[in-house]
């Protein structure tokens, strides 16, 4: 996992230079087909960067977005009516039976469909009517770090190719170098009131929101602890109930119009005693871990992630347990 995260910047320039001469055509053919609405089919971090995309798409594009159950169509056998829809598929191996039923569902059902996998030569991948290669490389760790990046980059090279937007294009170029930046960051600092608590939230809004839920996975993953991600905003509905003295939290704020709010929220949360640590300059009685400022707020987000992944894969090496292995799980989930 150690190696895997290392690998990132590099994983991410390969996706780059991959993906340079088609993402031209990629962009006319969604241009063409301009899909009144988009469905993501997904599970686990890969599920995690479809909600990371729903944000990015429904900003950027101001196109509704809506994540679609698999067992829709593998248990259900329900068939969709989602003419003139996009479907964007994720899936590392591209193997799962329900993703891709769920796929072939919407298929049917006359949307036009897009798969990130990182295996181009899976069913997922062939059954679709376009395919990308994250390019992410052979990932062994059980948990998923650059292939979760390179899912979400992939992503968002498409979105920039479609909208032809050329800010959010420049500042996924400068990527990987600023990822580099990212995984020598130290978030060591967050290790002990983890463990003192046990159980912790983490705190986002938008990307940022998707990010603490890939988080959320990894604690539990990797570290055998407990850990809910909510919005920033939605944690004051009922979670905040839980949130006694010292109890952790993890907000995670980009350079984005969120920014405030989560601030807002983390600042309230500490003020009634808990040990809030938080990636931005602002915010009262928090802790502050450092981040890396992109310049753009959706690659600030996906930037977040990298430290984070240094950080847990520590952690659960101080707790004895092996992050390559996790007990009870298989690199490969095939579900239906």
């Not at 193997?95 to 006359?110: C, E, L, W, Y």
């Not at 292939?147 to 990527?175: C, I, K």
């Not at 347990?321 to 579900?335: A, G, H, M, R, S």
Request: glycine fraction near 8%; hydrophobic fraction near 45%.
């Amino acid at each position: 996992m150690r190696d895997e995260i290392n690998e990132i910047p590099a994983a991410a320039a390969r996706l780059l230079q991959s993906l340079s001469g088609s993402l031209e055509g990629i962009g006319q053919r969604l241009r063409e087909r301009d899909p009144a609405f988009v469905l993501t089919v997904a599970r686990g971090s890969s599920d995690h960067a479809a909600a990371f995309l729903k944000y990015a798409i429904e900003v950027q594009a101001g196109l509704a977005v809506a994540s679609v159950g698999p067992s829709i169509a593998s248990i259900f056998g329900a068939q969709l009516s989602v003419q003139n829809a996009l479907c964007l598929s994720i899936s590392q191996s591209g193997q799962s039976p329900d993703i891709v039923a769920m796929q072939s569902n919407a298929r049917t059902g006359k949307a036009f469909t897009l798969s990130l996998t990182n295996s181009p030569q899976s069913p997922l991948a062939t059954q679709s009517d376009l395919s990308i290669d994250i390019g992410a490389g052979a990932e062994h760790a059980v948990a998923a770090t650059k292939s979760y990046v390179n899912s979400v980059l992939a992503g968002l090279l498409v979105l920039a190719a479609w909208q032809r937007d050329e800010a959010l294009m420049a500042a996924l170029h400068r990527l990987p170098e600023q990822l580099a930046a990212a995984v020598a960051l130290d978030w060591s600092a967050l290790g002990t009131d983890v463990e003192r608590g046990g159980s912790l939230y983490i705190l986002g809004r938008g990307p940022s929101l998707a990010i603490a839920h890939e988080a959320a996975l990894k604690f539990k993953e990797t570290c055998n602890l407990h850990a809910e991600a909510y919005s920033a905003a939605e944690v004051l509905h009922g979670p905040v109930s839980l949130v006694s003295s010292g109890f952790p939290v993890l907000a995670l704020a980009a350079r984005d119009a969120a920014e405030d709010s989560i601030c807002s929220t983390a600042s309230a949360l500490a003020k009634d005693g808990a040990a809030v640590y938080i990636t931005s300059a602002n915010g009262r009685d928090v802790n502050r871990l450092d981040f890396v400022d992109t310049g753009h707020p959706l690659t600030d987000a996906l930037a977040l992630i990298v430290p984070f992944y240094g950080f847990v894969e520590s952690l659960a090496r101080q707790r004895g347990l092996d992050p390559d292995q996790p007990e009870k799980l298989n690199k490969v989930t095939e579900t239906l």
